[in-house]
């Protein structure tokens, strides 16, 4: 990893996570804003909810491109090590949480958080999704399963990379995720899914 190109591609990640799709064409197709209805949050649940299908679609789509145009060049054309990935992973999830363009008001960034795991260590990603879904089955309540998840992944990713920054990192996106696992932005709860 060339330092030159790091912390560029720090702030390049920041803001390609900061594009609030979802956002603007729900508010372009539809005149909805959605921080204003549902859970108020403008991530892809809430979007399903109150936009035409295609915009939910298209937002999934930009979250996933989202991830793949910034962690696969760096991995293969600028060299970037694991514990570089992971760093510009979290640039990716603040970019999508503290949103640029919405007065750094943003969405939950499951969907990013989710894609960048699944790309950078498919092991842990469906581990973790393995054990939420099983809480939930169980319980009916997705915010137990999610704060079963943050509390072991810090171990999970140092057993997994070794890397005490990788665990580091971690910490701070539970603790940021953390702060979000509330009752009001559930929405499974204001779909009607479990409790």
Same mark, same amino acid.
């Given at each position: 990893?060339?330092?030159?190109s790091?912390?560029?591609?720090?702030l390049?990640?920041?803001?390609?996570?900061?594009?609030?799709?979802?956002?603007?064409?729900?508010?372009?197709?539809?005149?909805?804003?959605?921080?204003?209805?549902?859970?108020?949050?403008?991530?892809?649940?809430?979007?399903?909810?109150?936009?035409?299908?295609?915009?939910?679609?298209?937002?999934?789509?930009?979250?996933?491109?989202?991830?793949?145009?910034v962690?696969?060049?760096?991995?293969?054309?600028?060299?970037f090590?694991?514990?570089?990935?992971?760093?510009l992973?979290?640039?990716?999830?603040?970019?999508?949480?503290?949103?640029?363009?919405?007065r750094?008001?943003?969405?939950? #960034?499951?969907? *990013?958080t989710?894609?960048?795991? @699944?790309?950078?260590?498919?092991? /842990?990603?469906? !581990?973790? =999704? %393995?054990?939420?879904?099983?809480?939930?089955?169980?319980?009916?309540?997705?915010?137990?399963?999610?704060?079963?998840?943050?509390?072991?992944?810090?171990? #999970?990713?140092? *057993?997994?990379?070794?890397?005490? @920054?990788?665990?580091?990192?971690? /910490?701070?996106? !539970?603790? =940021? %995720?953390?702060?979000?696992?509330?009752?009001?932005?559930?929405?499974?709860?204001y779909?009607?899914?479990?409790?």
């Amino acid at each position: 990893m060339e330092s030159l190109s790091f912390w560029p591609l720090i702030l390049v990640a920041y803001i390609v996570g900061s594009l609030p799709v979802s956002y603007y064409l729900t508010w372009w197709s539809s005149g909805i804003k959605l921080d204003q209805v549902g859970t108020k949050n403008i991530g892809i649940a809430n979007t399903f909810r109150h936009a035409p299908r295609w915009v939910g679609y298209t937002a999934v789509f930009a979250d996933v491109a989202k991830v793949f145009s910034v962690l696969l060049p760096a991995q293969y054309w600028w060299g970037f090590d694991r514990q570089g990935l992971y760093i510009l992973l979290v640039a990716l999830i603040l970019g999508n949480v503290f949103s640029l363009f919405l007065r750094f008001q943003g969405s939950k #960034a499951r969907t *990013v958080t989710s894609w960048g795991l @699944l790309l950078l260590s498919p092991v /842990v990603f469906m !581990s973790f =999704l %393995f054990l939420w879904g099983l809480i939930f089955l169980l319980t009916k309540n997705s915010r137990w399963g999610m704060a079963v998840v943050l509390a072991i992944s810090p171990v #999970a990713m140092l *057993v997994v990379e070794g890397s005490w @920054l990788v665990v580091w990192l971690s /910490v701070g996106v !539970s603790l =940021l %995720f953390a702060t979000q696992n509330r009752e009001q932005r559930d929405d499974f709860k204001y779909a009607g899914v479990g409790h």
